[in-house]
């Protein structure tokens, strides 16, 4: 039924579920699954900054933070897992890794959280959904 399943996460309390949501489905079918855990880390063009912040480094921390916390929910779950990151447009990239990577499901959260979520027009969840060439799972 699923061999390779993709988890995009940001951690949100949804993405959280999906982890866990992903786990399961990966347990309850008796056949080696793979899963793929995805932060995407969306780049905010600024032309001039007023105050002096390292973007780079807050934003390397937060994807730290963010994947540190699903490793510690599949390290125990005895499920085969990678970690993976990209830099960009969110739905976009989702769609991308799924295809390169085959796999044949995304489970994701259907709400996010983030300075990108509150910037961007349009819902990630929603953009994957049209855009991915397999099946999305969205979780609440």
């Known amino acids: 039924m699923y061999n390779h399943i993709l988890i ?3 951690g949100s309390q949804q993405a959280s579920k999906a982890i866990d949501h992903a786990i399961g489905l990966a347990k309850a079918i008796n ?3 793979s899963l793929s855990v995805l932060h995407v880390t969306g780049r905010v063009p600024m032309n001039e900054a007023f ?3 390292d973007v780079g480094e807050m934003l390397e921390e937060e994807e730290n933070e963010v994947l540190s916390a699903a490793v510690h ?3 125990d779950s005895g499920v085969a897992y990678n970690l993976l990151r990209a830099d960009g447009d969110p739905s976009t990239l989702i769609c991308r890794t799924a295809k390169e990577r085959n796999c ?3 489970v994701m959260g259907s709400r996010g959280i983030g300075l990108v979520s509150e910037i961007l027009i349009g819902s990630v969840s929603h953009g994957v959904a049209q855009h991915a060439h397999c099946p999305v799972l969205l979780v609440k």
């Open 104 to 106: 044949d499901l995304i």
């Open 8 to 10: 995009p996460v940001d």
């Open 31 to 33: 056949q080696p699954i």
């Open 51 to 53: 105050v002096y912040v």
């Open 73 to 75: 929910k599949l390290r």
